[in-house]
């Protein structure tokens, strides 16, 4: 692990955001949860053209329960538009490069 990842979690400030991501994994659980009983109620109540949606709804946001779980879980950042990369290679990267010094024009 790098010192940086290591030295955030001593003073505590990487533990908020790892609790605030986790808290909005929930958020998106209890919400598919709720939806999936609300697409069960109105079964019941025959009104299936409601009931399909706000099935697709509960849907949705299990797929994003599930996305944020992924994201947690392998510790990931977004890398570019669609890229998504573990967070200690895309650390290392960032480290190379502000230890490479720039290589001087021979212009002359």
Known sequence: MS??????????????EGHARKGFGRLFAVAAYALFAA????????R??????????????????????????HDLVKVGRRNWRPRNEVEEESEDEFDEEPEEDSKG
């Open 3 to 16: 010192e940086r990842r290591s030295e955030e979690r001593e003073d505590g400030s990487g533990a908020d």
């Open 48 to 73: 299936f053209e409601a009931a399909f949606i706000v099935a697709a709804l509960g849907a949705s946001a299990w797929f994003l329960n599930v996305r944020s779980g992924l994201v947690r879980k």
């Open 39 to 46: 697409t069960a109620a109105l079964i019941l109540l025959g």
